[in-house]
């Protein structure tokens, strides 16, 4: 377990990640569990029927029925809860991969194993990659049983689309993490500037169904290839899978090129 820069890392990671997926689980499971006891769900459904379009999709997928388990999850939970969730871990983990090392002073003792820089950067990378598998993992788990407790039905087809999209897109802003702290080497920078973007993003993407000239923006948002796609009605989108696992698998890449080239503190 110990012998290689993933492995070390894992061990390093696995009781946070335990509690972490226990919380990640019991919270959709709570969401789902209330679903039965809303009385008050086909009412909302009337009230988003009036809205204007632009309005609606603020709150709602078009293809989603609000009255059924996938919009009412959809609403509550995908909208921007289980991202948070997921980017909550992945942001800070990619945040330590160097950036942390690199603060404590223990990034020169890892460094003087026969180990080139990128393969310790890839090692911590799929180290990240790894843990926010376990986390959707651990959510679509708990939507299964929560669902199955209180007696719902859901197409865990298409809720475990909306998962892995949700992942993916948490591993997004992660790889983003990973590239600031590889540039710049200062951890609460690269965790605080791929929140803010993931903010910023968010906001692209939600009003600018409502404003004209934020329209032709969303496209550039990573929130907008997550849930565009309606994945809680249509299932993957593969083309929304590519995106988000692109722009990943790029600021990974490019967090190793910087990785190598820039000078570091011991």
């Known amino acids: 377990m110990l012998r290689s820069v993933f492995g070390k890392s894992v061990h390093d ?15 959709p499971a ?5 679903y039965p006891s809303i009385g008050a769900v086909e009412e909302m459904q009337q009230l988003l029927d009036a809205m204007p379009p632009a309005i609606r999709s603020v709150f709602v997928s078009e293809g989603l ?26 942001i800070p983990v990619a945040a330590g991969a160097t950036a942390g090392e690199e603060e404590r002073g223990t990034l020169d003792l890892l460094l003087a194993l026969p180990i080139r820089r990128s393969r310790v950067l890839a090692g911590k990378a799929a180290a990240m990659v790894w843990g926010t598998a376990v986390l ?13 407790a209180v007696g719902v039905g859901l197409d865990l087809g298409k809720v ?7 992942g993916l897109l948490a591993l997004a802003f992660g790889g983003l993490a990973l590239l600031i702290g590889a540039l710049w080497g200062r951890r609460m920078v690269a965790i605080a500037v791929p929140f803010a973007l993931a903010v910023a993003a ?34 993957l989108d593969p083309w929304s899978a590519v995106v988000l696992a692109c722009g990943a698998v790029a600021a990974a890449v490019l967090a190793a090129v910087a990785f190598e080239r820039r000078d570091l503190v011991a």
């Open 30 to 34: 709570f969401y789902i569990s209330l």
């Open 136 to 148: 959707c993992a651990g959510a679509l788990a708990g939507l299964a049983i929560g669902a199955a």
């Open 202 to 235: 968010f906001l692209v993407n939600t009003l600018g169904a409502l404003v004209d000239w934020l329209d032709p923006w969303r496209p550039a948002s990573p929130f907008y290839h997550y849930i565009a796609g309606d994945p809680l009605s249509r299932g």
């Open 13 to 27: 990671l696995w009781r946070a990640l335990v509690a972490w997926t226990l919380f990640t689980a019991v919270w």
């Open 160 to 166: 475990g689309a909306g998962v892995a999209l949700a």
């Open 65 to 90: 029925d609000i009255a059924s388990p996938e919009g009412y999850l959809n609403m509550e939970l995908f909208a921007f809860v289980l991202p948070l969730l997921l980017m909550a871990w992945a």
